[in-house]
């Protein structure tokens, strides 16, 4: 009988998910989940290697409008044709996307959480009516133009400027790393004015404006890359956002996007923690797989209380922001702990998987190149903890 009931106990044991994490969801929430993964499934998985591969991304217009036409596009937004769906529901929705890929996920958190969201909090009617219900859509594709080539952690040097003439501003700058940029339809460009700092909805089209491709990374290959140049760009008054001035109008967005990667990262991490436990399995080394070695399952089991710790953290997170809100440190705290030990579990499954651990037959390097990106995106490892550091002592070090 003892046997039987250590069995029984086993049985109901998901090695994904130690601490039954999921009893902690709704049936609304795991149907979310759900359709999220049946989307990534069928449209993106059986591809996303060979993209990554390529570098490319080549059905990114089809993709958004599939993305789109389920809601997942500015889907924790109101309003405007945006499904109004809760923190939770968007977290468990980047969870799914960063376990098929993190570039994936990027193009979903660029165009809900940064240009979506800046036109959402920051914009004038104008400016919601003309592009919400579009990008909800997936019709247009947007970017978020804050980095720049010498300016990313310090963005309040950033050198693109913004000056009046007449009615008109005239932009001139440069930015970096920008997700989507090439295929933008619109972007908000972040500009230095006498003013302060200010934010503006620059159309692709427009002249002087252009977004050409980053090639040769080793990361986040299935995900457009750009710079964004602005020589000259001519905008109406109109196109300036009306009231937010100074860093809290970027900042503000890019805590929207950080959270995305709190769960983002954990679905990262258990891709990886998937892949290394089938092999175990399945690899039999002096005569018995090595799941049933101890330094195997060492590993095994700090990968999946680490999993369980970090996807713990990140519905933590998302019921205070349904709830009481989130000050920026805890966004930081989410950030720094989740992106930092997915990518610590994605390199003990690639040690599991061996030689196979770099070949993309399996996911696992996949992941963990593309963490080195997420790590270092939405704020350094460096600059959260600064920022974790300040709320901690009352005292800024950041200079």
């Known amino acids: 009988m003892s046997t039987m009931s250590t069995a029984s106990r086993r049985s109901q044991t998901d090695p994904l998910d130690l601490l039954a994490i999921d009893d902690l969801l709704t049936s609304d929430e795991k149907a979310v989940r759900a359709?999220?993964?049946q989307v990534c499934d069928a449209s993106i998985e059986p591809y996303i290697a060979d993209w990554f591969e390529r570098g490319e991304l080549p059905v990114v217009r089809e993709l958004a409008k599939e993305l789109g036409g389920v809601g997942l596009l500015g889907m924790h937004l109101e309003?405007?044709?945006?499904?109004?769906?809760s923190a939770v529901d968007y977290g468990l929705a980047c969870l799914e996307l960063e376990a098929t890929d993190s570039g994936i996920r990027s193009l979903v958190s660029v165009q809900g959480s940064l240009a979506m969201y800046a036109i959402w909090r920051h914009g004038s009617e104008e400016q919601k009516q003309e592009w919400l219900p579009r990008m909800a859509a997936g019709e247009a594709i947007g970017c978020f133009g804050l980095t720049e080539p010498d300016h990313g952690s310090d963005p309040a040097?950033?050198?693109?400027?913004?000056?009046r003439d007449g009615d008109d501003w005239i932009l001139?700058?440069?930015?970096?790393?920008?997700?989507?940029?090439?295929?933008?339809?619109?972007?908000?460009?972040?500009?230095q004015?006498?003013?302060g700092i200010r934010g503006f909805v620059v159309p692709a089209g427009t002249p002087g404006f252009s977004a050409p491709l980053i090639k040769h990374k080793l990361s986040l290959r299935a995900s457009l890359t750009s710079e964004l140049v602005l020589d000259s760009v001519r905008l109406p008054a109109s196109a300036a956002f009306p009231e937010v001035r100074g860093l809290r109008g970027p900042l503000s967005c890019l805590n929207e996007a950080r959270y995305g990667i709190v769960w983002g990262a954990m679905g990262a991490a258990r891709s990886a923690l998937?892949?290394?436990?089938?092999?175990?399995?399945?690899?039999?080394?002096?005569g018995k797989p090595i799941a049933a070695y101890q330094l195997t399952?060492?590993?095994?089991?700090?990968m999946g209380v680490e999993l369980a710790n970090g996807t713990l953290l990140a519905?933590?997170?998302?019921?205070?922001?349904?709830?009481?809100?989130?000050?920026?440190?805890?966004?930081?705290?989410g950030k720094l702990n989740n992106v930092t030990k997915a990518l610590e579990i994605c390199r003990t499954a690639r040690t599991i998987l061996g030689a196979n651990g770099i070949s993309l037959e399996y996911p696992v390097i996949r992941h963990m190149n593309n963490l080195e990106s997420v790590l270092t995106y939405e704020g350094t490892a460096e600059m959260h903890t600064l920022v974790i550091g300040q709320a901690m002592t009352g005292h800024a070090a950041f200079r």
């Open 297 to 302: 399952q060492q590993k095994l089991a700090h």
């Open 315 to 333: 519905l933590h997170l998302g019921r205070r922001k349904d709830g009481p809100g989130l000050r920026p440190e805890q966004i930081s705290t």
């Open 35 to 37: 359709s999220v993964r």
């Open 274 to 286: 998937r892949a290394a436990l089938e092999y175990a399995g399945q690899r039999v080394q002096f």
């Open 157 to 163: 040097g950033m050198r693109t400027r913004a000056r």
């Open 172 to 191: 001139d700058g440069r930015k970096m790393w920008i997700t989507n940029g090439s295929v933008a339809d619109v972007a908000v460009v972040w500009a």
């Open 193 to 195: 004015t006498d003013e």
């Open 79 to 85: 309003g405007y044709g945006c499904a109004g769906m």
